[in-house]
């Protein structure tokens, strides 16, 4: 092949930055989506935190858990479904690129607007409640490798053969409300019964949250590098099961 | 053994949806050979197997068995340098409505890596061929069905690839739209491009293609040109007639069942205010439907002799024989005057 496996490398790349381009302009840069994306980790912020007597630093942390984790699996699931539906999805599918490079760029544009929305949340957590981070580089880390996580695990909803979008709604909304009340988020590790802290290690989210309080506030229950390993793991593990379904699909034809 | 003539060979190509066994077998084992440069079209009646076939050729489908050489590569084995040598306009056109045209020609040119200096130059290049330059800014969600799927033929050309697939290109379009994009197949064709035409519109493949396959039940009935396909199928040619009876002339057991009578007819079809009467020597017929005309008083308003058509071919392979609707309307009576040239262009 002209050029070998350099510039098979550079094309994939430079394939999956078009594939994320182009969602972050058709599906992720519209009001509804922008809207939905920068409400609602507040709104969920302010529903479990009223009443409760919590710092602004440990506001900003929570906020920051429930923004990766809500914003990058926003949109990730009912994408794929969607473009099924609209034939574009052959297009990403028939041209010349990986398919590895293709959920690539989807989980990544997932993962790149909930960076983005979590710039603007800690912001407003910086700016309007005077928080201060504790570990700045670590939550660099952690926003990018939660981000990224799970943005691919909305990818395996996404990668269920169908093409309409509320076919993936209910599980994928089942499992990210599961995840939310067992992993620390609104009731930390350490006031939880061991049998729920057992549970509660299975979800990622619980490794994104303590690694956010680690940076935040400068106290994890966890040791930072195990949350970042866990993070940066389950984000190469989701990538397996889309893969593996959307071969299935080409396979028996779904 | 590949042949280096051939944009695609096919052999034993065999899908079955769900699992092999248990599943439902959409196309048995079929097999042929696509010149490079040639228009080949690929008809069947719906659910006869045709996109199934293109989209395996095109890997958007593993076949569950047979093999896919596409100019000289195994499609199973080498799929990354064959999907740069083709494009893909699917039967809806998958256009993002959220982009402008020239930003859904910018989005495939970079998909497809067209060098960064060339792509502003074709994309303009195919903008105005297809009359969209002046639209160029305008969100494709406004553009009516035919720019569409004009923007999805610019946006499957843009990397110039030397094969092209079409999925139904022109129903739903307006008679404009179809003949620019008919004109449009001509011209890639002339410059080279072997263009593999899925369609179940007959006339369109009679007018495009030097040939054609018919598949059917996921079995390819025949491959030929469309010309020696007509041939084969001397029994449906046919001489159509139009007749005007005096008043109140009504023949016992109606027009459907005396024009069968007539000798050599096999079967005799309304066909708009004519009827037409198929038969394997139309040259015999002749005389004997002017003799029955004046022994009736009939005047002869046309009277005219049809080869088949590749519809007929069409029909006769797809096993829904010509005449089919013969005794629905054997007892209607020929018009008098003014439907004629309503059936134009089914020569």
Known sequence: MKGGW??????????????????????????????FGFMMPFFMFFSFSVRREMGAAQGVARLLALTTFFTAAAAGPFIIPLERRLGTYDRLLAAPMSLLTLLLGKASVGALFAIGVSIFSLLVGVLAFGATIAQPWLLVAGVILGSFSFSALGLIFGSIPTRNPGDVQMPSTLLRWGLLFISGTFIPLTEMAPAARTVAYLSPLTYAQDLMNYAVLGVGLLNPWLDLLVLLVSGVLFMVPPVWMHQRARRLGY | MSNLNYAIEVNNLTKVYGRPGSGVLAVDHINFAVRQGEVFGFLGPNGAG???????????????????????????????PVKRQMGLVPEESNVYTELTAWDNLMFTAQLYRVPRAERAERAQQLLEIFGLWEKRDVKVENFSKGMRRRLSIAMAIIHRPPLLFLDEPTPGLDVQSARAIRDLIRQLNAEGTTIFLTTHQIEEANQLCDRVAIINHGRIAAIDTPERLKATFRRVQSVEVALEPPEGFEPSGGWGEALTALP???????????????????????????????????????????????????????????????HEIQNDRPRRRGMKGQMGGRR
């Open chain 2, 50 to 80: 045709k996109t199934t076939t293109q989209r395996m050729l095109t890997t958007l489908l593993e076949p569950t068995e047979g093999r896919i050489v596409i100019f000289g590569h195994d499609l199973a084995r080498e799929a990354y």
């Open chain 2, 264 to 326: 050599g007819v096999t079967t005799a079809v309304k066909w708009g205010d004519k009827w037409r009467l198929y038969t394997e020597d139309p040259s015999a017929l002749l005389p004997q439907v002017t003799d029955y005309a004046r022994a009736n008083e009939l005047k002869v308003i046309s009277l005219s002799t049809l080869g088949p058509s590749l519809e007929d071919v069409f029909l006769e392979l797809t096993g829904q024989q010509v005449g089919t609707v013969r």
């Open chain 1, 6 to 35: 350099r510039q098979r490398l550079q094309d994939e790349l430079a394939q999956a930055w078009v594939v994320i381009v182009k969602d972050m302009k058709v599906h992720y840069l519209r009001p509804g989506m922008i809207m």
